[in-house]
Each structure stands twice: as structure tokens, then as C-alpha cells.
Nanobody, 126 residues
Framework: QVQLVESGGGSVQAGGSLTLSCAASGFTTSTFCMGWFRQAPGKEREGVALVNQVGVTTYADSVKGRFTISKDNGKNTLSLLMNSLKPEDTAMYYC????????????????????WGQGTQVTVSS
């Protein structure tokens, strides 16, 4: 049974940092395309960052240069290091995975991902 469990969310001031983690079970992260998504109140869920099966990463323009996605296949975990946080980064953050391959050149829309975690809240105050 595939399961994704996020942790690491919280409240920080603008300019601060947070690291989100996603523990995966029921599958091997090295064989899945994985990503981080977020959804702010009243907005659609959007892709933040993606890492493909061979470790190629890509980011949404809004977070490029501030966020870093990484995958530890030995621990079967996915992480998102978020620096220079802004109030507009406030959202529920979700970890997602899909067995089908992905190029790593674009952040695929949420509809292409089949496995989802419950989410972890990130709040950035000004």
C-alpha cells in the first residue's frame, strides 16, 4: 500500500527557512517521479518542484532559486528546502508521486500524479 506522509511545516517570518520532508512507503522512491505541490485558500493546487527517477529536478518560476527539492532513495524520502520565504508561499504543501516516468523538464500538473500525502501547512508572516 502506497503511503506518503509529510512533515516539517510551520509558521515563519518572511525571509526565513523551512525544510519539508515526505516519508514514502509501499514503493521505492528511486523508481517514481515525485514532486511537491501547494494549495493556498481559494486557489488551485499548483506544482512547486519535481524530481524524476534519475534525479533531474525542475521548479516553478515562483520558487526558482529559493527552493531545493531532493530525494534520498536510501531512506525513501523526499525533501523540500525552502529559503527566503515570502508571505505568498503560505499554503498547504503536498508530496506526490507517480509510477510513470517524467522528464524533469517541467513541473507536471497535479492531475498527472496518482499518489498524494495529507499535506503540511506552511504559514509565512510579513
Amino acid at each position: 500500500q502506497v503511503q506518503l506522509v509529510e512533515s516539517g511545516g510551520g509558521s515563519v517570518q518572511a525571509g526565513g527557512s523551512l525544510t519539508l520532508s515526505c516519508a514514502a512507503s509501499g514503493f521505492t522512491t528511486s523508481t517514481f517521479c515525485m514532486g511537491w505541490f501547494r494549495q493556498a485558500p481559494g486557489k488551485e493546487r499548483e506544482g512547486v518542484a519535481l524530481v524524476n527517477q534519475v534525479g533531474v529536478t525542475t521548479y516553478a518560476d515562483s520558487v526558482k532559486g529559493r527552493f531545493t527539492i531532493s530525494k534520498d532513495n536510501g531512506k525513501n524520502t523526499l525533501s523540500l528546502l525552502m529559503n527566503s520565504l515570502k508571505p505568498e508561499d503560505t499554503a498547504m504543501y503536498y508530496c506526490a508521486a507517480r509510477a510513470a516516468s517524467c522528464s524533469g523538464r517541467v513541473v507536471l500538473p497535479p492531475k498527472y500524479f496518482t499518489e498524494w500525502g495529507q499535506g503540511t501547512q506552511v504559514t509565512v508572516s510579513s
